[in-house]
C-alpha cells in the first residue's frame, strides 16, 4: 500500500496508511439512482473556495461557475451562472478544524461534474459526498471524470469505480433525466484510475497528509465515548451495546495503550454543527442533515447510499496533529440495513479506527489491491467482510495503531503467534496466588503476566519459554486480583489470554 508523494504519502513498515484518515461507510449506489436522487446535476468549473459564510460552521464553501445545466434549475440561473456548492469540514468556532473523512475536496481552476442536493439556504450540497462528485481529467482530447473513494468505505465490494467519458457520460444523464433509460455505454475503462490513467495530482491539497493522534493515552487517561440516547431507530437494543464491543476490540490490544470508553448515553446532538461540545458522540440519526442525501434501505440488509459519516477535530499546529474531539453520524434509513448485531459492530468499529488515525490497509484507489492475506483480512480494508465477524482485529490493524500508540510494556504484535488459553488461578496465602495456563504458541521467548491496576494492565512478571505457572506474592490479604498473560518473542507479541479474576485469603 505504498503511496508516491504526488498523492498521499504516508506509510508504517509497506504495510498500514496511518496518516490517511477515511472515515464515510457507503453502500455503493447506481449512476441512475444518483442521477434520480439529485436536485441538480450540473458541469463546471470551481473559481473560488473559502470558509462557510454561516458564522461557527465549520465547512468549506466552493463556487461553481455552471458551464453545462444536466437536471434542475439554479433559482433563475442558466448555465454560465454561478451556485455554491458547501462541503462539510473546516475551521470551527473554537479554533479547532473539523475533517470529515469522505468529503470531497476541490481546487480553484478545477473542472467537475457534481451531483446536488438542495441546501435550506440557496446552497448545494454533494449528493452522498464522494459518491456525487466526479473530477475532470484529460487523456489527450478525451475529457474523462473519475470519483476519489480512497477516503470511502465501501459495504459492498463493487469492484474498480471506473473512469467515465465525460461527454458520453452528459448525454447518457440528459436522456436519464428526459425518461430514457438506456444500457451504460459512457466507461472509458473499468480498470482501476492508476491502471487506466497512472497518477493524478489533485487529492494532494496537503490535508490529506496530516497525521493525528490523541494524547491523552500517553498519559493513561481515558477518552469517552457517549451514544445519543434515541439509538438506532429500528435496531434491537438501539445499537449502545455494539458501540461498546466496538470500542472494546480496540482497548483490547495489549500492544497498544488505547484507552478508549464508554459513559452511557447523551442528549447532545451537535454533531458536526458549529464547534466541538466536548463530547465524543455516536448519533444514531442524521439530526442535522449532516449527510446530503438520506439512505435508501430498497428492503432489510440491503439499500445504497452513505451509512455513517465520521470527523476528528484536531489542532495541526503540532506534529502529529493533536486531536481534540471525534463525532461519528449515521444516515437516516439506516436501521433497516443493519439486520445483525454484527453488521453494526463491524461498521462502529472500523469508524472508531479512524478516529484514532488509521486509514485503511488496502482496497482504495491508492492503497493496492488486498492481495496478501493480512490486508485482506483487516477490518480497516476499505470495504467490508462479508460475514458476521464484527468488530475483529487482526495483524494489519494491529501493527497500524501499535505505530501510533505503542504500550511501553508492549511489543509490535505477531503474525500468527498464539495466545495463550485456559489461565486459571488459585489462592496459595493471604498474600500469594498461584496462575496456570496453556501454551499455545510454540515459538515463544517468554510470557509476560499482566495484572489490572485500575483500567489498565501492568506487566507484574515474566517468565521464560514453555513455562505454563507462575506464583504472585505480596499481595494484600482478602483483595482480589485480575490477571492476563501474553506471549512473546524477540519482536512480537500475541493476543491476551482470557482474563481471571481471583481473591487471595483471609
Known amino acids: 500500500m505504498r503511496r508516491k508523494a504526488t498523492v498521499v504519502l504516508s506509510v508504517f513498515l509497506g504495510i498500514v496508511a496511518v496518516g490517511t484518515l477515511s472515515a464515510t461507510s457507503v453502500l455503493p449506489i447506481p449512476d441512475g439512482e444518483l442521477a434520480d436522487q439529485a436536485a441538480v446535476i450540473a458541469e463546471g468549473t470551481i473559481i473560488r473556495s473559502g470558509p462557510s459564510s454561516v458564522p461557527g460552521r465549520p465547512a468549506t464553501e466552493y463556487r461553481l461557475r455552471v458551464e453545462r445545466l444536466i437536471k434542475g434549475r439554479l433559482g433563475g440561473d442558466t448555465p454560465g451562472g454561478t451556485l455554491v456548492v458547501r462541503v462539510p469540514g473546516g475551521a470551527a468556532a473554537n479554533g479547532l478544524k473539523l475533517k470529515i473523512w469522505g468529503a470531497p475536496a476541490f481546487r480553484i481552476g478545477e473542472r467537475v461534474l457534481l451531483f446536488l442536493t438542495a441546501g435550506t439556504d440557496s446552497t448545494y450540497g454533494p449528493l452522498h459526498l464522494a459518491l456525487g462528485s466526479f473530477h475532470e481529467l484529460r487523456s489527450g482530447a478525451q475529457r474523462l471524470v473519475v470519483r476519489d473513494l480512497s477516503e470511502v468505505y465501501e ?4 469492484g474498480a469505480d471506473g473512469v467515465r467519458d465525460l461527454d458520453r457520460f452528459a448525454r447518457w444523464l440528459t436522456d436519464r433525466v428526459a425518461g430514457t433509460g438506456r444500457e451504460a455505454d459512457y466507461f472509458a475503462s473499468r480498470s482501476p484510475i492508476r491502471q487506466a490513467l497512472g497518477e493524478f495530482n489533485y487529492l494532494n491539497n496537503g490535508v490529506h497528509e496530516v497525521k493525528q493522534r490523541w494524547l491523552q493515552f500517553d498519559n493513561d487517561q481515558l477518552v469517552v465515548w457517549r451514544a445519543h440516547s434515541a439509538g438506532l431507530a429500528g435496531f434491537p437494543g438501539g ?12 482497548n483490547a490490544d495489549p500492544s497498544t495503550n488505547i484507552r478508549y470508553g464508554y459513559t452511557g448515553t447523551s442528549v447532545s446532538v451537535r454533531g458536526f454543527k458549529g464547534g466541538f461540545d466536548g463530547q465524543n458522540v455516536v448519533l444514531f440519526d442524521d439530526f442535522n442533515s449532516e449527510v446530503p442525501g438520506d439512505f435508501k434501505c430498497s428492503k432489510p440488509g440491503s ?16 506534529v502529529p496533529a493533536t486531536i481534540g474531539g471525534a463525532d461519528i453520524v449515521l444516515n437516516n434509513g439506516t436501521g433497516c440495513w443493519f439486520t445483525s448485531s454484527k453488521r453494526l459492530e463491524q461498521i462502529l468499529g472500523h469508524e472508531l479506527g479512524h478516529t484514532l488515525g488509521l486509514g485503511h490497509a488496502c482496497g482504495d484507489s491508492f492503497t493496492g489491491s488486498c492481495n496478501t492475506g493480512n490486508k485482506d483480512d483487516a477490518l480497516m480494508r476499505a470495504f467490508a467482510h462479508a460475514d458476521e465477524r464484527g468488530a475483529a482485529l487482526q495483524f494489519d490493524d494491529k501493527l497500524g495503531v501499535y505505530s501510533l500508540y505503542p504500550d511501553p510494556n508492549g511489543v509490535p504484535p505477531s503474525d500468527g503467534l498464539a495466545p495463550p488459553s485456559g489461565l486459571t488461578g488459585t489462592a496459595l496465602s493471604a498474600t500469594a496466588i498461584r496462575l496456570t495456563w496453556t501454551d499455545n504458541s510454540g515459538t515463544e521467548t517468554q510470557f509476560v503476566v499482566q495484572m489490572k491496576k485500575g483500567a489498565k494492565y501492568k506487566t507484574v512478571k515474566t517468565v521464560q519459554a514453555n513455562v505454563t505457572t507462575v506464583t504472585i506474592s505480596g499481595l494484600g490479604r482478602g483483595k482480589s486480583y485480575t490477571f492476563r498473560v501474553i ?15 481471583v481473591q487471595t485469603l483471609n
Open 303 to 318: 439499500g445504497s447510499g452513505v451509512l455513517a459519516i465520521g470527523g476528528t477535530w484536531y489542532d495541526d499546529s503540532t
Open 487 to 501: 506471549a512473546k518473542t524477540k519482536k512480537a507479541s500475541s493476543d491476551a489470554s482470557n482474563e481471571v479474576t
Open 155 to 158: 459495504v459492498a465490494e463493487s
Open 239 to 250: 445499537g449502545f451495546a455494539e458501540l461498546q464491543v466496538a470500542l472494546e476490540a480496540w
